[in-house]
């Protein structure tokens, strides 16, 4: 079965300071990989995702992953955050059909 | 375009009562799935319908069920519920049966008290 493990269940940084958020998974199969971010109070939102090809993926408000299979990790980076960014970000992943397993999430605290 | 909608937005039930959640899926998608977000916790895979057929569950009590209907709306439907129900409860939906393309909703938020 797979599992995700989010390291770091809060992470706190400074505004302009680089940040990366830790997600190890195990599989036995391939996988596709996910990045999810949940702001207060709401739903969530695709960040990234990895289905095949380039290891590194990348989303439209900079934030980066690199799927790692050696490490079998997927850790999400961004080079310099804003305030905005704060939220909960979600590891996940999924073998192909029905069911995401989700990481139990890490907060990301920015502060100016 | 229209997300993935879902109602009540919030509501508060008493133990044993029964509840309904819906969710309209975004037009076109004909898969939506059905997630329990406890707080603090990650969303736990609960059920998958697709063309109107259960295609996966997780591990909840027969309590829970669900199912969609002719225009893909779904009904999450809760009988006997517990305080541990407490939950955000999140649909997604998506054009195919894999669980790569989900859209998800800003979720149900249900206080069993």
């Known amino acids: 079965a797979q599992s995700v493990t989010q390291l770091d269940s809060q992470v706190p940084v400074f505004e302009e300071a680089p940040v990366e958020l830790r997600c190890n998974y195990s599989?036995?199969?391939?996988?596709?990989l996910f990045w999810y971010v949940q702001y207060p109070n709401q739903g969530l939102q695709l960040l990234l995702k990895?289905?095949?090809?380039?290891?590194l993926v990348e989303s439209i408000n900079g934030f980066e992953a690199e799927f790692n299979k050696s490490q079998t990790s997927f850790h999400l980076r961004k080079p310099s955050v804003h305030i905005s960014d704060t939220a909960e970000y979600f590891c996940a992943v999924n073998t192909g059909f029905q069911k995401l397993v989700f990481g139990t999430g890490t907060r990301l605290l920015v502060s100016p | 375009d229209a997300g993935v909608t879902q109602s009540p937005t919030h509501l508060i039930k008493t133990r044993g009562q029964h509840v309904t959640l819906r969710c309209s899926p975004i037009?076109?998608?004909?898969?939506v799935s059905w997630y329990q977000q406890v707080l603090g916790q990650g969303p736990q895979f609960i059920f998958q319908y697709y063309e109107k057929e259960e295609r996966g569950r997780g591990n909840f009590p027969d309590r829970f069920s669900a199912r969609q209907f002719p225009n893909y709306s779904s009904e999450l439907n809760v009988n006997a519920l517990l305080l541990g129900d407490s939950a955000l409860y999140l649909c997604?939906?998506?054009?195919?049966?894999?669980?790569?393309?989900?859209?998800f909703g800003s979720g149900t938020r249900l206080t069993v008290v």
């Open positions: 599989s036995s199969v391939s996988v596709y």
């Open positions: 997604a939906s998506s054009t195919e049966q894999g669980a790569w393309g989900y859209t």
């Open positions: 990895y289905l095949s090809g380039s290891t």
């Open positions: 037009s076109g998608h004909k898969s």
